[in-house]
């Protein structure tokens, strides 16, 4: 069985005991999360897919760890002017090991 949710404004497809790194959530380390933007469930041979939303449908994860991603390093500058700048970023995510997928009525 498998879902595809929404969160942090992307989708992402996940099955049971599966762990994805997410956009930051506020939640602390062993807390449950719940999605409710269940886009598609596929289970049991049939596939339910959402207008907008796949009715009932929940996914419960655990929140494992709170990171960041990888430094990404940017340049810009100005021509003919000598100026010139460089700036570096992460992105602060949230770990999640996916519990349960429950299709509902």
Known sequence: ???????????????????????????????????????????????????PYVEGARVIGRVVAQTRGPKIKGFTYKPKKHSSRRYGHRQYLTQVAIESISIGA
Request: negative net charge.
């Open 1 to 51: 069985m498998y879902a595809v949710v929404r969160t942090g404004g992307k989708q992402y497809k996940v099955t049971e005991n599966d762990s994805i790194l997410i956009e930051k959530i506020d939640a602390e380390v062993g807390d449950k999360v719940e999605f409710q933007e269940v886009l598609l469930v596929s289970g049991n041979g049939e596939v339910k897919v959402g207008k």
